[in-house]
């Protein structure tokens, strides 16, 4: 039974606004009493991520330029790979909440290239003037905005998040066992540019034309500056330019490779995790290739390489809208060619895209133990203090009796008496989501501590329960 109040929204319904913008996953939970499906709710976030399976793919080539032999097969495990370059509104969107939560950013982001006026959307242009260290910590900030568990640490002992300054992170200050968002190492990048084709120059097959793809003098409406992210779906607009080689003349087509990501091919060129080595992948003339290059995963060098012209430098991938496809500049369009610069750089023909592992982190993982007897009182700041019972099952301060289940503190699931289950994660809560009536977000007013105050906004109602989970 439910004790319901009638009131006015007032200024509650603000909030509800950011509510849609929540990543979940399907799964079918399994408890003593049965089994409940739970629905799934959809990012809608800026920027979607396709997943990269599993598997071993030819890197490199040996028939182009020497930093991109030998040709060696790489394992790379599955991951999620954002299908588009980061937008300057999906920047904006973390950047804001970043510098409110401890981070701060080179003032060179403040000079990107926004889209012309006559853009359909001159915020979702590609972001630029970003460095690698600034590219890394947006990562950071992303990943704690989402309640999961950052990737890059100032220490090698991941107790000090990177949220600040210019700093050359090594191998070691990464949490290879996170699920946040982190950049690609340079074999994950090539691995899902080339969207499981093997051997090709470009991500399809065949030649190129204005009708593919952003580079220089293609055709497109913005020559000679960026597309908006995604901007190839199969309504572009191509005239006869320099390089459009008839692409004018083409039906358009979707140009997502086969992986469903967009922009690999041209538009910007994105930042990688990897130090950038001339011969990481072996000796280009004997092809003896580098055993270090054929580790699974593997970060690239471990320390800085001290060439006198590239070292220092990290490694860049996808060729940019000044690039053309001419054997004076390299083929600098080829997925297997390899672009490097400082770490400092920032240009408006550089970006960048995430990917994240495909890492299910254990629930509540980073929940603190209060000192008591039995170590069985724990806190989270967002969720607040509750007691770990033997039987899964919590006794929380305020909500009483919860089953969870979920991941992190990104993805969670509550088993309430009387409003059975709710979904929440730490950007949300205290609102939560009750896939019953076909969904509805409830807001739970955490100042009553001695019954459980839930406000229905499609009902625009209060509902009411005692920590028993009996009808007030």
């Not at 930093?67 to 588009?84: N, Q, W």
């Not at 990897?274 to 290059?293: C, H, M, Q, R, V």
């Not at 970060?299 to 490694?315: A, F, K, N, Y």
């Not at 501590?449 to 007030?472: C, I, P």
Request: proline share 5%; charged share 20%.
């Amino acid at each position: 039974m439910l004790f319901t109040v009638g009131i006015s929204l007032g200024t509650i319904n603000q909030p509800i606004l950011r509510l849609l913008k929540v990543a979940t996953s399907s799964r079918v939970l399994l408890i003593a009493l049965g089994t409940l499906w739970i629905s799934s709710i959809r990012q809608i976030n800026g920027d979607d991520m396709s997943y990269i399976p599993v598997g071993s793919y030819l890197m490199g080539t040996d028939t182009h330029l020497p930093d991109e032999r030998p040709a060696h097969f790489v394992f790379i495990s599955a991951m999620y790979c954002d299908k588009y370059e980061i937008s300057l509104s999906f920047w904006e969107e973390v950047a804001r909440w970043a510098l409110a939560n401890g981070y701060a950013f080179d003032s060179k982001v403040r000079t990107a290239k926004k889209g012309p006026s006559y853009s359909p959307a001159p915020m979702q242009h590609p972001m630029n003037m970003v460095t690698w260290y600034d590219a890394v910590k947006w990562c950071n900030a992303r990943t704690e905005k989402e309640g999961r568990t950052p990737v890059y640490y100032e220490d090698i002992e991941f107790t000090k998040v990177y949220r600040k300054g210019d700093l050359n992170l090594s191998n070691d200050h990464v949490n290879s066992f996170s699920s946040g968002y982190r950049l690609p190492t340079e074999a994950e990048w090539e691995k899902a540019a080339r969207g499981d084709l093997v051997g090709t120059k470009y991500p399809w097959e065949g030649s190129i034309d204005g009708s593919k793809g952003n580079y220089r003098l293609s055709g497109d409406p913005f020559d000679n500056a960026s597309t908006p992210v995604g901007y190839f779906d199969g309504n572009q607009l191509i005239t006869e330019k320099d390089n459009s080689y008839g692409g004018q003349n083409y039906f358009p087509f979707e140009m997502v490779n086969g992986y469903g990501l967009f922009d690999v091919f041209g538009n910007v060129n994105e930042w990688c995790w990897d130090w950038y080595d001339p011969e990481w992948y072996g000796n280009p003339l004997t092809k003896a290739i580098n055993s270090f290059a054929l580790v699974s995963d593997n970060l690239g060098p471990s320390t800085v390489p001290t060439d006198d012209i590239v070292g220092g430098t990290r490694v860049i991938r996808g060729g940019s809208f000044q690039h053309d496809d001419s054997r004076q500049s390299g083929n600098a369009l080829r997925l297997a060619y390899r672009h490097q610069r400082k770490p400092d750089t920032a240009l408006r023909t550089l970006g960048f895209r995430c990917v994240r592992s495909d890492i299910k982190e254990k629930l509540w993982i980073g929940a603190l133990t209060l000192e008591s007897s039995d170590q069985k009182w724990k806190h989270l700041d967002w969720f607040g203090t509750f007691f770990q019972s033997d039987y899964k099952w919590i006794y929380h301060s305020t909500l009483g009796w919860v089953y969870p289940v979920g991941e992190g503190s990104y993805d969670n699931w509550l088993f309430i008496d009387g409003l059975e289950w709710l979904w929440t994660n730490s950007v949300v809560y205290p609102y939560v989501f009750s896939p019953l009536s076909g969904g509805i977000w409830l807001w739970y007013d955490r100042t009553q501590n001695e019954s459980q105050w839930f406000y229905n906004f499609q009902e625009q109602a209060w509902m009411g329960f005692n920590l028993t989970g009996t009808g007030k």
